[in-house]
């Protein structure tokens, strides 16, 4: 999905890797069994917690952030393609508003 860029610290790059890792992990568990979902739960919540990882974790400055940005672009598109209501893109919404706050007062 996206590559190292030198504007990434060594903690996002792992928990980019962590992801790629338990995606890749889960995508091969489907397509051995497909129709066995409980065999997937425990890959599917390695999958949402290193999504999780991604999301929460600090910027150092904003190319990095842009950098975590392009990320969970692409997979947020791999996921649900094109957006065409605003609850799409979720990952996306919720690390911006963790890098610029959410604007409430």
Same mark, same amino acid.
């Given at each position: 999905? /996206?590559?190292?860029?030198? =504007?990434? =610290?060594?903690?996002? #790059?792992?928990?980019?890797?962590?992801?790629? =890792? &338990? !995606? /890749?992990?889960? %995508?091969?568990?489907? %397509? &051995?069994? *497909?129709? $066995?979902? =409980? #065999?997937?739960? *425990?890959?599917? #919540?390695? $999958?949402?917690? /290193?999504?999780?990882?991604?999301?929460?974790? *600090?910027?150092?400055? $904003? &190319?990095? @952030?842009?950098?975590?940005?392009?990320?969970?672009?692409?997979?947020?598109? &791999?996921?649900?393609?094109? *957006?065409?209501? !605003? @609850?799409? @893109?979720? %990952?996306?919404?919720?690390?911006?508003? !963790?890098?610029?706050?959410?604007? !409430?007062?």
């Amino acid at each position: 999905m /996206a590559k190292r860029n030198n =504007s990434v =610290s060594k903690s996002l #790059a792992e928990a980019i890797v962590r992801h790629q =890792s &338990a !995606r /890749a992990a889960l %995508a091969a568990q489907i %397509a &051995a069994s *497909p129709e $066995d979902a =409980s #065999a997937s739960e *425990p890959l599917l #919540a390695e $999958d949402v917690a /290193a999504m999780d990882a991604i999301v929460t974790a *600090p910027c150092e400055n $904003d &190319a990095e @952030f842009v950098e975590k940005l392009r990320y969970l672009m692409l997979y947020e598109l &791999a996921l649900c393609g094109e *957006p065409s209501m !605003r @609850f799409e @893109f979720g %990952a996306v919404t919720m690390a911006v508003s !963790r890098y610029v706050g959410d604007g !409430r007062a």
